[in-house]
């Protein structure tokens, strides 16, 4: 597909869209209905009409739905489904659908905690579980500046104001009927040793943290905690994580810092969104992230235009036109062109 194509589909593309699929079909036939779901660049799906028996039930489909979208959006030249969430309808989804029904064991009070940065689909499936087994209330405890120190790309987490008002928007949407108290965590505990917890909802790779827990409220004589372990939501390079998301908003700040400088910026700024798009699938592929910023930092710090647009095309696939597309829409003349393909290292006008 030509440069020029990709940019008219991704100037139309809808940005948001809201699907309603029944999921007491089998699992064949319910993922074949989320393959189907508008290519936007935020959706929610709602599951309708189903029943779990289990929290694990529950999390086991939320992890194959959202790992089926994952690799729909793969597929795609595009940037589809960037912000998606798969809710089961307890009733706040549609008052005409019939909303799904959870048998497994509930709670009065469920607790869970987290960093929350940059929330994610494995955040989303950790709230959707302990939402739905909370009968009365749900606290969360969103890590603070003191546990955050040590934690890689720390100076760029978004700040707790932030973090904690994404998980308390989401579960608006998912439980509007739910009492939701969001507490910073200060130590590695927080609202999961209140004596009222009955459950603590955690992800496969910290179960450990549960026993833990147990063994501190043991020790001031509260009721011990059941443990329900969430499974994590595999990606192309594999679990889906905020470090990810961090090094590709990186990524993002590098190409439109280094955009700014090419001939022509004002004109050129229409391209953005491609070009931004292009190169997260290049680094979620198989381009390298580290390089991709040395080179971006490097000609914004000292490279003239031409070589700031250098850097950013490079990291689009063969066979677009890109540069062709580019220069003719934003008028670069043919000294600019013939020296950003020279910066490439190549003078074959199908190189982009």
């Known amino acids: 597909m030509a440069a020029r194509e990709l940019l008219a589909r991704l100037e139309s593309q809808p940005c948001f869209a809201e699907l309603h699929v029944d999921a007491s079909l089998s699992r064949k036939d319910l993922l074949e209905q989320v393959a189907g779901a508008p290519k936007a ?34 597929q795609e030249k595009l940037p589809i489904f960037e912000d998606m969430s798969v809710l089961p ?60 120190r040590e934690k890689a790309g720390a100076s760029i987490l978004q700040d707790w104001g932030e973090r904690a008002a994404t998980v308390v928007d989401f579960l608006a949407v998912l439980r509007p009927d739910l009492q939701v ?35 501190r409220r043991q020790e001031k004589n509260s009721p011990q905690l059941h443990v329900v372990a969430v499974p994590l939501v595999a ?3 594999g679990k889906v994580s905020s470090t990810t998301a961090r090094e590709l908003d990186s990524l993002a700040a590098a190409i439109e810092a280094c955009w700014a400088m090419v001939p022509e910026a004002g004109r050129a700024r229409r391209w953005l969104p491609l070009l931004l798009a ?58 600019t062109v013939t020296r950003i393909r020279h910066e490439l290292g190549t003078d074959v006008p199908s190189r982009l």
């Open 235 to 237: 990606s192309a390079g």
């Open 181 to 215: 108290r969001v507490e910073e965590l200060e130590d590695a505990f927080g609202p999961a040793l209140w004596p009222e917890m009955g459950a603590l909802v955690v992800s496969a790779e910290t179960e450990a943290g549960g026993a833990a827990v147990n063994v």
């Open 89 to 148: 309808n307890l009733g706040a989804g549609s008052g005409r659908a019939p909303p799904c029904q959870f048998r497994g064991e509930k709670f009065d009070y469920v607790v869970l905690g987290g960093t929350f940065d940059r929330l994610h689909v494995g955040h989303k499936v950790l709230l959707t579980v302990a939402a739905v087994m909370a009968q009365r209330g749900l606290a969360i405890g969103v890590s603070g500046p003191p546990l955050l």
């Open 41 to 74: 660049r935020q959706l929610r799906l709602w599951l309708d009409n189903g029943v779990f028996q289990s929290a694990s039930e529950l999390a086991e489909l939320l992890q194959a739905c959202y790992e089926h979208l994952g690799a729909v959006a793969r």
């Open 278 to 335: 292009l190169a997260r699938q290049a680094v979620q592929g198989e381009r390298d992230l580290a390089q991709s910023l040395l080179g971006l930092g490097a000609a914004k710090e000292s490279g003239p235009g031409w070589a700031a647009a250098a850097r950013c095309l490079e990291l689009a696939p063969v066979g677009l036109g890109l540069l062709q597309a580019v220069a003719a829409d934003v008028g670069w003349d043919e000294m």
